[in-house]
């Protein structure tokens, strides 16, 4: 209960307790009131009820009729916010000048009333103002925020399920002597860190192509899953013309939208290059330490036994990998719209 609620219930008593005991006065010596104060209660009462028992300041009500216009106020309030460390004198001298007539009182009493009265309560208010404000970046500024700001340096490639993004990429191997250049295809699901791999004496669009068709497709086909984008770099093997280049037209056909990083970003397509990084710990610097290899079909056996092991058998430390497996990953990542429920059949009657 409030303090207003207590008063006005103490003086509803008062006029209880003297009509229960017929005398004002002793009804006033015992609930410490006085005469007066006793019949201007009751006066009240009488003429508002229950609502005249609560002590009301004295004053006007609601808006004082002496308080500025609206658009005298805003304009008091803007100059505040341009001006804050101007004085009310100079406030209404410099809004004269602009045809806005207003005392320097009626100036402190717009401060007082919006928390203002101070400079330092208009400085912080201006501060506050600078900081709500949003401002347009323009391109330039945009790439330079990209380029030096360490919050645009750690951000993560994000797939959201499985298909959801196909990172690819070529790697240079080495020389193989007796055949030359060795070149590996890679693809990598960037939702469950899948990867697929196959070694080419080249890096033609064909090889693309190749592991595409031949080893990632049927992969997504078999679990019932689809890919929605394919992430690449500038390469020729991956870009051209939309109507001529095979890689290109293999996307098209499949239904797969084609993604390009920035031009000298490799950290734009960061997934695969971590994934070249582990072939070359765990596999390549091994195994051609320890295995003669005369061709490339002898180099990809040995690949594909380790890509079983990696896919199937190996913890990832990966980001939001939790130690799982990358086929674990890839089976959990499906969506459920990938698996279109059977329709129930009626049996015959």
Not at 54 to 59: C, F, N, S, Y
Request: hydrophobic fraction near 35%; glycine fraction near 8%; charge should be positive.
């Amino acid at each position: 209960m409030t303090t207003d609620k207590k008063v006005a219930r103490r003086k509803l008593s008062l006029l209880e307790l003297a009509a229960d005991l017929g005398n004002v006065s002793k009804a006033c010596r015992v609930m410490g009131y006085s005469r007066q104060q006793f019949y201007e209660i009751r006066r009240n009462f009488q003429t508002y009820g229950a609502e005249g028992l609560i002590d009301r300041l004295p004053g006007a009500r609601g808006v004082h009729p002496n308080r500025v216009a609206a658009e005298i106020e805003t304009a008091i309030l803007d100059h505040a916010l341009s001006n804050p460390c101007h004085g009310p004198m100079r406030v209404a001298q410099e809004l004269a000048l602009k045809g806005v007539q207003v005392s320097s009182g009626g100036v402190r009493g717009v401060w007082q009333r919006h928390g203002l009265a101070t400079k330092h309560d208009r400085l912080l208010r201006l501060e506050k103002a600078t900081a709500e404000r949003k401002i347009q970046l323009s391109d330039e500024q945009v790439r330079l925020l990209e380029r030096f700001s360490p919050e645009f340096r750690e951000r993560h490639i994000e797939a959201a399920h499985t298909g959801g993004l196909l990172a690819v990429d070529t790697f240079f191997v080495g020389a193989l002597k007796g055949v030359g250049k060795v070149y590996l295809q890679t693809a990598i699901d960037c939702h469950s860190r899948h990867a697929w791999a196959r070694l080419y004496p080249n890096k033609l669009p064909l090889t693309a192509v190749q592991l595409m068709n031949n080893d990632v497709l049927p992969t997504f086909e078999a679990h019932g899953a689809t890919i929605d984008a394919v992430l690449s770099d500038n390469g020729r093997e991956f870009c051209g013309r939309e109507d001529r280049h095979p890689y290109e037209l293999f996307l098209q056909l499949e239904g797969i939208e084609h993604k390009r990083t920035r031009i000298n970003r490799p950290q734009s397509n960061g997934i695969v290059e971590r994934l070249h990084r582990t072939l070359l710990d765990e596999h390549f610097r091994v195994e051609g330490r320890r295995t003669w290899f005369e061709t490339i079909d002898d180099m990809q056996a040995v690949l594909d036994v380790y890509l079983v092991e990696y896919n199937t058998k190996r913890p990832h430390q990966g980001r939001g990998m939790l130690g799982r497996t990358p086929l674990t990953a890839f089976t959990d990542g499906i969506r459920k719209e990938d698996h279109p429920q059977p329709k129930p059949t009626k049996k015959a009657a």
